[in-house]
């Protein structure tokens, strides 16, 4: 059985009625997507500023009512459920460690609300689970009674991912956790999340732009772009044999030591207007490979060769 499976998920964004004029159609932010991850797998997320990562994320873990679809968690559905049965399974870890926390509560009632609002733990079991929990991602219980603006960033992500451990979720989302800290900091998150998946048995969603990043941590990747998913594929070879252009758009985008900069092959530089949306494929406007039926029919995902699909009428080769 799956640890999640999303079947035909989608989000559309309503619109304000203008004064005067006819209404205007929401925007599709995501559009109907089928996925599932397994138990203890690290599935990464990748795509542009705009694409739908986070709106994805949001639905997920409930913050979002979707517009459609069905989210199943350990065959559970969740789309509708009581939020705090999405508490319980799934937790998110959030981009800015520092915002994410409340500035004007301690550490520790930061840490106890996920304890006594999800699993009603009275006192003298909360102080126990947060010392194992603090323990466990290197934080000395002496921080507990300290407040969020005393610490730094990589401390700060810590606590974010301590207090998503609170909750004993199966699956937790990781909403660039690592992109607001210093190089040699995001090193040490990434091994701690791998330190804490492999001893709690957790499923990751790893949603970044950064590709080196995504490719080192993920056993499998999707990549989204205006809203759709428009490849999938193991993490090893997913950037390195792109069937479609807009995956090769990214990899090549991407600075490599040693390799020239140089811009990618592409006919436009913007995303589509979402008030707006193109007919047929939405990359058409930016695809070096495309036709006319392109402009017309939408693709659908297809499989590209073991484990790798992909949503385009002229895939790259093998």
Known sequence: MPALK??????????????????????????????????????????????GKSTLARMLVGLLEPSGGKIEIEGKALDAADPAEFGKLIQYVFQDPNSSLNPRKTIRQVMEAPLKQLHKMPKPDRNRRISEIFASVNLRDEFLDRYPHEFSGGQAQRIGIARALAANPQIIILDEPVSAL???????????????????????????????????????????????????????????????????????????????????????????????????CAFAGRCPRATDLCRVREPELKPMGEDQLAACHHPLEG
Not at 27 to 49: H, K, N, W, Y
Not at 199 to 214: Q, R, S
Not at 255 to 267: F, I, S
């Open 6 to 51: 999303v079947d035909s998920l989608a989000k559309t964004f309503t619109l304000r009625k203008p004064f005067f004029g006819a209404a205007r159609p929401g925007v599709r932010a995501i559009r109907p997507m089928s996925f599932q991850v397994e138990p203890g797998e690290t599935l990464g997320v990748v795509g542009e500023s705009g694409c």
């Open 182 to 280: 210093d190089v040699s900091v995001q090193a040490q998150v990434l091994n701690l999340l791998a330190d804490l998946k492999a001893e709690f048995g957790l499923t990751y969603l790893f949603i970044t732009h950064d590709l080196a990043v995504v490719e080192a941590v993920s056993d499998r990747i999707i990549v989204l772009y205006f809203g759709a998913v428009v490849e999938i594929g193991k993490a090893e070879y997913i950037f390195a044999n792109p069937r479609h252009p807009y995956t090769k758009l990214l990899a090549d985008s991407a600075p490599v030591v040693g390799r020239p900069l140089k811009a990618p092959e592409q006919k436009g530089a913007e995303l589509p207007d979402p008030l707006n949306p193109p007919q047929g």
